[in-house]
């Protein structure tokens, strides 16, 4: 017994099948998690080494070069970038997707254990330590009051965020404008110079006085005591009392030279929200963990455990929240797949006219979906962009073997009224049976291709593949079981029909009548129509050229960000000043919600950069759209004085920046590097579609040279090491101890030895140092050096062991045409050496060219494959293909008319196409053939056969279209992303459909009559 006839006769054993599978999905949709992106693991690696005191120069050529050289050889290397900025050497690996980061980690540790003894000797040890690719924080907030900056910064610390950190799937809580409690010693020079108190003696005495050491045990016959050594000052009147000198038999005691402040760290770092100085408290999430689940839980302990034991005068708000367009974006997606649901029913029962034909059919959708949940939850995927745009295109797909099984059955049954309906089900469904499977299989194996998909594209085409696959296979089990069991059971015909189904009828058979006059015209003149499809095919080309290319569409996500920075040497204030004129600037449009800014954080920490993360209100509440509002924010900041801004997207998954086109400019010698880089900026910068265009390569920071006359120096009893101590406690300032209170709060904090604020502020002010020789005389300072302006590196950066400047850039026009104006523009500037390497998006959207086409090929031949097989025939799956080509005009065509991209959706849609076609092809060749086993000919077969399946035909290519039809209107959050895959999948569908009822006939025709002859001529 075949499957359907099973399933009819069986009834119940088709129930219970169908309930697993709707047990399991219910099960799993409650569990499932929901996140924006399919998880894509980044195997990313950073080594870290501190040289102290050493300018970037230095760092460069003594730690960066060395570390570089060595990890070099590790395998499966995908780039390695490198900062080296004063006094640190930030090293990052970022291997191929598929290396495993635990085997990476081992042997970039190994690596770097082999090179420990050829790096300075004063340099801390490389640290290795795994990263996170877009490890930006998922939430900020923002905690503001009328506190101290001291008592924020500790409240953030050790209450909020220990609070914060246990929660499950939270892998790091950063502090954004955080300074930590530090003992600030305000050295007074004046007052040194009157008691002859030398910056030396004031570091020995910290080193003597202020010390802890193990002190052993004191063991008797019966008792033991462990001996403290403690003596430290745990109290800032008793640090005050520490002995520095002594003068004339006279100690000279600490607060007699320095003004000791309980306070914070150097002042290098600020945050604010909405204009008010705040302390941003940042959550990162570990890899895979559920974006919406760890902001909801935050939330709920905000609710029940932070918020209302926050002290009196403290208000701690939500600053920005990734959550909440995650859950629009999800939200509109299943709203579309109720929307779709319904208009496939539509579309069912305007064909059928029958509302149980209708609700049998209707059954396959949630059953098949269930399945494909339940899938997701078993592979351990989530609910995302990509797994629910399968299940909206499932809502299409799954309903299509419904489909052609019940109209088989409905046809049989209209033809013999008065038929057993368990018979006539068994018979009508065994008819199709082959169909259905060469049309399920056909989709299947495109997605197959998918194993070897390799880069971003492969990981997220993964998910997508599974619920589709599992989807379609559930679909192709339900039509073969649940649906002939429940036409045999509950589907009814009648003699006797209202006037809409008489009207519908009607309709429908001139439709069959018009197809057929048409069909025998094209079998009449298939040279001409043949000739027409290669003329409509070749067309694509022109269309294809006209398209926009970019990784990623626009997306209106309600927020942006805001990155800028000051002329190299400004100082903190200055960098706040330009800060609060860019904040007054955004806070003029209506549509800001909120602004969150920060300066200083991240590896670099650089007190003349920052960002400003801008919070748009609802959608529904502004008439501009994201892309709109940046424009003209982008216009504006441009007016502002003395800063640098440049407004973007958020980068979705990686970089610190959003605009589309990133790229570097390389090469073997630094200053060379800079020269052609500036030479290319201005270059660009005359290019209108460039748009806005920031260039990263600081090599101007403001030094001041220290010139020492050593030999001068000698005669007078002072080393270079006297004259360099001084300078850098004084002038920039060193921690020399650590402190804790008793009783503490379990933290050891720093003192700091510093010059009183403001004591040094130009060159001048250095002549106020004097420096003591080892017989007491005083030596000024200007006696014996002198300070020399010049300009260095703030920042020294490597790509792939070459000197780098990083370009970034708004284009007005497409990414993949923008970088090609940057390619040409940069080909007749750069000598042998020296070249443009794109990054971020760019770089991205040309490999996924590459990894499509792969799958496109790949998928073609498979998808020859296993129809060569189930039509036992080396051609007929070629007539059947033929197809394809027609339907990629449509969605090419769809992408220009409604003014989208090809980009990574645009591209999935026509790589889907590949294999929803051929449903169509498969259903007229398939019954055309069981014609002819019947003894008709190829022309009275194709003329029987076709009008037959245009209805299926027209159903199941209908049901794909209006499924995603509401997401091709772009309604809902998410519509840009999700919208050019609709887009190419509904223009697909329209032009194969069309174009398939006469030229895959045509072809046919040509091909079987052509075999035909040919073997009569063999024979």
Known sequence: ???????????????????????????????????????????????????????????????????????????????????????VSVVVIQFILEKNVDVAFNEVQAKINAILRNLPEDSDPPVVAKMEMGSAPIMWLALQGDRTSQQLNQYARYVIKKRLETINGV???????????????????????????????????????????????????????????????????ELQQLIVAYRGNLPVYLHEIADIEDGLEDNRRFASFNGKPAVGIGIIKISNANTVAIIEEVKNRLETEILPQLPPGMTLQVASDNAAIILEIVNALKEHLVEGTLLAALVVWLFLRSLRATLIVATAIPVSLLGAIAALYFA???????????????????????????????????????????????????????????????????????????????????????????????????????????????????????????????????????????????????????????????????????????????????????????????????????????????????????VFSTIGTGETGRVNEGSIFTQLVAREQRNRRQSELIKAVRQQLMTVPGVQAFASPVPDMSGDRGEPLQFILKG???????????????????????????????????????????????????????????????????????????????ERYDIRLKAQENTFGQIADLNKIYLHTATGQRVRLDTIANFRPSLGAAVISRYNLQYAATFFSTPTISEGDAAQIVLQAAEPLLPPGYRIELIGRAKEFGRTLGYLVFAFVTGLILVYMVLASQFNSFIQPLIIMTAQPLAIIGGVVGLWFTGDSLNIYSMIGLVLLVGLVAKNSILLIDLTNQLRTEGKAIHEALLLACPIRMRPVLMTSLTIILALLPAALGLGAGADTTGPLAVAVIGGMISSTLLTLVVVPVVYSLIENGLLRLSKFLA
């Not at 570091?203 to 016959?221: C, D, M, V």
């Not at 299940?391 to 033809?415: Q, T």
């Not at 630094?670 to 201005?682: F, G, H, I, N, R």
Request: glycine letters at 8%; a negative charge.
């Open 668 to 746: 073997p010698d630094l200053y060379k590097v800079a020269d052609l880089a500036k030479q290319l900026e201005t270059r660009l910068r005359k290019i209108a579609a460039i748009g806005s265009l920031d260039m990263e390569l600081q090599l101007e920071l403001p030094e001041l040279n220290l010139e020492l006359d050593r030999v001068k120096a000698e005669n007078l009893g002072l080393d270079t090491q006297t004259v360099a101590d001084v300078l850098r406690v004084l002038v920039g300032g060193v921690d020399i101890a650590k402190y804790n209170d008793e009783p503490g709060d379990g």
């Open 171 to 237: 892998g790091d809580v950063v502090i954004g404008g955080d300074r930590e409690r530090t003992i600030r010693v305000h050295l007074n020079i004046e007052r040194m110079a009157s008691l002859s108190v030398s910056v030396q003696e004031v570091i020995q005495a910290f080193r003597r006085e202020h010390i802890k050491l193990p002190g052993g045990y004191l063991s008797g016959s019966q008792r033991e005591d462990l001996l403290k050594l403690d003596l430290e000052f745990h109290n800032l009147t």
């Open 380 to 594: 351990g995927y989530t609910f995302n962009i990509m797994t629910l745009l399968g299940l909206l295109l499932l809502i299409g797909v799954v309903v299509d073997d419904a489909i052609v099984v019940l109209e088989n059955i409905f046809r049989h049954r209209e033809e013999d009224l008065t038929g057993n309906p368990t018979e006539l089900a068994i018979t009508g469904a065994n008819q199709v049976v082959f169909a259905v499977l060469a049309a399920t299989f056909t989709l299947v194996s495109l997605f197959a291709t998918v194993v070897f998909m390799e880069g971003i594209i492969g990981r997220f085409m993964q998910p997508f593949a599974v619920v589709v696959s599992l989807g379609v296979l559930v679909s192709l089990f339900i039509s073969v079981t649940l649906t002939p069991m429940l036409c045999a059971r509950y589907l009814r015909v009648s003699h006797r029909h209202g006037w809409l189904y008489r009207l519908l009828e009607a309709i429908f058979q001139g439709m069959e009548k018009l197809y057929r006059g048409i069909l025998y015209l094209a079998l009449r003149f298939r040279v001409v129509v043949i000739l027409l499809a290669i003329a409509v095919v070749y067309s694509s080309g022109w269309f294809l050229s006209q398209l926009g290319k970019g990784f990623t569409p626009d997306e209106d996500e309600g927020r942006f960000l805001v990155s800028f920075k000051t002329p190299l040497g400004s100082t903190l204030e200055y960098t706040v000043d330009r800060l609060q004129a860019i904040e007054k600037v955004l806070n003029q449009y209506p549509e800001v919600k909120n």
């Open 1 to 87: 017994m075949t499957l359907p006839e099973i399933s009819v006769r069986r009834h119940v054993l088709a129930y219970m099948l169908s309930g697993v599978l709707i047990l399991y999905g219910i099960i799993s949709y409650q569990r499932i998690g929901v996140d924006r992106f399919p998880s894509i693991d980044f195997p990313l690696l950073s080594v870290t080494t501190t040289l102290p005191g050493a300018n970037p120069s230095v760092v460069d050529a003594s730690v960066t070069n060395l570390i570089e050289s060595a990890v070099n050889s590790v395998s499966g290397i995908e780039s390695i970038q490198s900062m080296s900025l004063p006094s």
